[in-house]
């Protein structure tokens, strides 16, 4: 999970991307939106905001392998289905299936359940920017509820690990590979630690290809203090 900053009001060009001649709103685009190429600018936009990361499962995701999904499901408020604030970017169920994870992708996942209204609400920041209230990591990268929350707000997030299937053994190994890979390249103490990242922070942010520089904004640079 990771908090998405929003902007404060939708991108100037959001309306015309999701408008599709003759001046109709593109409700039902679904996974087609190589026929709706403006819906690609939509995406992109939604790819950027989120530092190239899928909003529930945290894998790396690009235009080709991700799609845009509805944080209330169409079902439930057609009219948000095109409002910028329920939108996000999520890694999309692939064409070959993979016999271990079957259709498992964050775009599938849950079908059309509502998510815990804790963690994701609609028409508003996608996000609750206190995230890391509600969850937790092991070093096995399975991630759990915070200690000592309340009962309702435990459920909530259990409700939400279960839904989205987020401790998958395939995204659990994947999320412990390249997370830790980053993070014990530093020294041990929590103080190297932070040495090291402030230090390197310009230099990977700097490097778009660099295997680390999306954990560094999302993860790292919150926790040094310096985004
Ligand atoms: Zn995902």
Same mark, same amino acid.
């Given at each position: 999970?990771?908090?998405?900053?929003?902007?404060?009001?939708?991108?100037?060009?959001?309306?015309?991307?999701?408008?599709?001649?003759?001046?109709?709103?593109?409700?039902?685009?679904?996974?087609?939106?190589?026929?709706?190429?403006?819906?690609?600018?939509?995406?992109?936009?939604?790819?950027?905001?989120?530092?190239?990361?899928?909003?529930?499962?945290?894998?790396?995701?690009?235009?080709?392998?991700?799609?845009?999904?509805?944080?209330?499901?169409?079902?439930?408020?057609?009219?948000?289905?095109?409002?910028?604030?329920?939108?996000?970017?999520?890694?999309?169920?692939?064409?070959?299936?993979?016999?271990?994870?079957?259709?498992?992708?964050?775009?599938?996942?849950?079908?059309?359940?509502?998510?815990?209204? @804790?963690?994701?609400? *609609?028409? %508003?920041?996608?996000?609750?920017?206190?995230?890391?209230? &509600?969850?937790? $990591?092991?070093? !096995? #990268?399975?991630?759990?509820?915070?200690?000592?929350?309340?009962?309702?707000?435990?459920?909530?997030?259990?409700?939400?690990?279960?839904?989205?299937?987020?401790?998958?053994?395939?995204?659990?190994?994947?999320?412990?590979?390249?997370? @830790?890979?980053?993070? *014990?390249? %530093?020294?041990?103490?929590?103080?190297?630690?932070?040495? &090291?990242?402030? $230090?390197?922070? !310009? #230099?990977?942010?700097?490097?778009?290809?660099?295997?680390?520089?999306?954990?560094?904004?999302?993860?790292?640079?919150?926790?040094?203090?310096?985004?």
């Amino acid at each position: 999970m990771q908090y998405i900053k929003k902007q404060n009001t939708e991108p100037a060009d959001w309306n015309n991307w999701f408008t599709v001649p003759p001046n109709r709103r593109s409700y039902d685009y679904g996974a087609d939106d190589r026929s709706l190429p403006d819906l690609r600018l939509a995406k992109s936009f939604l790819i950027n905001e989120q530092h190239s990361l899928c909003a529930y499962c945290q894998q790396k995701i690009t235009l080709e392998n991700a799609s845009i999904e509805h944080v209330t499901p169409k079902e439930h408020n057609k009219e948000l289905s095109t409002n910028y604030f329920n939108l996000v970017a999520v890694c999309k169920k692939q064409q070959v299936l993979d016999p271990l994870t079957g259709n498992l992708h964050c775009d599938s996942t849950r079908g059309s359940e509502l998510l815990p209204p @804790l963690i994701f609400y *609609s028409n %508003a920041q996608s996000t609750d920017q206190n995230l890391n209230k &509600y969850f937790s $990591a092991y070093s !096995t #990268r399975e991630v759990v509820p915070k200690h000592r929350l309340d009962m309702n707000t435990k459920n909530q997030v259990e409700a939400f690990i279960s839904q989205l299937n987020l401790n998958h053994s395939i995204i659990k190994n994947k999320r412990a590979k390249d997370v @830790l890979t980053g993070i *014990s390249i %530093a020294a041990n103490s929590v103080a190297d630690k932070q040495r &090291y990242w402030r $230090a390197q922070y !310009t #230099r990977i942010l700097l490097d778009l290809g660099h295997p680390f520089r999306e954990y560094l904004l999302v993860y790292i640079g919150p926790k040094i203090g310096l985004n």
